[in-house]
């Protein structure tokens, strides 16, 4: 099979509201260290020729030792920018060429499945960017600073979007390009292509990928693994 696919798998925060001095990426949850999850995960896939996995700057140097359980081949290390676009950047400098297919996902949700997966670079190798994404059941209301109730939110169409997120490489570049062009920032890259105008599909997200930010979120996320897929 031809190895065209790309993946980023963003692990440079501090993870300070997760309220340990270790690394949020590098606890364990669900048997093994939350990073070590999606980095074999995406090595499963044979189309996956290369996972650069970015990293804080003080540990690029010096990873765990835990981090080689997987293909060493197809695994490659980056270091994190100031802003997760720039960690991007810096993973997107780092695939080959070969990499036609680009995908990002946030170490921080250990427990994607293959099927969100599948579904996204489907997507990407129709020319979409695409990302998986939850509908909201909550009713969603705006509030003032005085914590005042402004407006009842219409919850039709609004969905929580997720990662992993994936994309036609000349799409992600160029918006990244604008991006660092203009001073743009945006807490995923699939808005960075929606400002370039890009076609970004929603596919069926899952609730095990939990993005894990809390101390709290830890004892959902062991919950949750247990579900199958």
Same mark, same amino acid.
């Given at each position: 099979?031809?190895?065209?696919?790309?993946?980023?798998?963003?692990?440079?925060?501090?993870?300070?509201?997760?309220?340990?001095?270790?690394?949020?990426?590098?606890?364990?949850?669900?048997?093994?260290?939350?990073?070590?999850?999606? $980095?074999?995960?995406? @090595?499963?896939?044979? =189309?996956?020729?290369?996972?650069?996995?970015?990293? !804080?700057?003080?540990?690029?140097?010096?990873? !765990?030792?835990?981090?080689?359980?997987? =293909?060493?081949?197809?695994?490659? $290390?980056?270091?994190?920018? %100031?802003?997760?676009?720039?960690?991007? %950047? #810096?993973? $997107?400098?780092?695939?080959?060429?070969?990499?036609?297919?680009?995908?990002?996902?946030?170490?921080?949700?250990?427990?994607?499945?293959?099927?969100?997966?599948?579904?996204?670079? *489907? @997507?990407?190798?129709?020319? #979409?960017?695409?990302?998986?994404?939850?509908?909201?059941?909550?009713?969603?209301?705006?509030?003032?600073?005085?914590?005042?109730?402004?407006?009842?939110? =219409? %919850?039709?169409?609004?969905?929580? /979007?997720?990662? !992993?997120?994936?994309? !036609?490489?000349?799409?992600? +570049?160029?918006?990244?390009?604008?991006?660092?062009? +203009?001073? /743009?920032?945006?807490?995923?890259?699939?808005?960075?292509?929606?400002?370039?105008?890009? %076609?970004?599909?929603?596919?069926?997200?899952?609730?095990?990928? $939990?993005?894990?930010?809390? @101390?709290? *979120?830890?004892?959902?996320?062991?919950?949750?693994?247990?579900?199958?897929?």
């Amino acid at each position: 099979m031809k190895r065209d696919v790309g993946v980023i798998i963003v692990a440079g925060g501090k993870g300070t509201r997760a309220g340990a001095e270790e690394l949020k990426q590098f606890r364990w949850v669900g048997g093994k260290p939350m990073l070590l999850h999606s $980095l074999q995960l995406f @090595q499963q896939r044979d =189309d996956v020729g290369m996972v650069v996995v970015v990293l !804080p700057f003080e540990h690029v140097g010096d990873p !765990p030792p835990w981090l080689f359980q997987c =293909d060493t081949e197809r695994l490659l $290390l980056s270091v994190g920018g %100031r802003e997760r676009s720039d960690s991007v %950047r #810096n993973g $997107l400098e780092d695939l080959p060429d070969e990499a036609e297919i680009i995908v990002v996902h946030d170490a921080a949700r250990p427990f994607a499945t293959a099927k969100m997966i599948q579904d996204v670079v *489907d @997507q990407a190798r129709a020319g #979409n960017a695409a990302a998986p994404g939850l509908p909201v059941v909550d009713t969603l209301k705006r509030v003032g600073a005085d914590a005042q109730v402004l407006e009842t939110i =219409d %919850r039709a169409g609004i969905v929580r /979007i997720q990662t !992993p997120q994936a994309f !036609p490489r000349t799409m992600i +570049e160029q918006a990244h390009a604008r991006a660092s062009k +203009e001073g /743009i920032n945006a807490t995923d890259d699939a808005a960075l292509c929606e400002q370039l105008g890009a %076609r970004v599909v929603v596919v069926p997200g899952n609730e095990r990928a $939990l993005k894990i930010t809390t @101390q709290a *979120d830890f004892a959902h996320a062991e919950a949750l693994s247990i579900l199958r897929e």
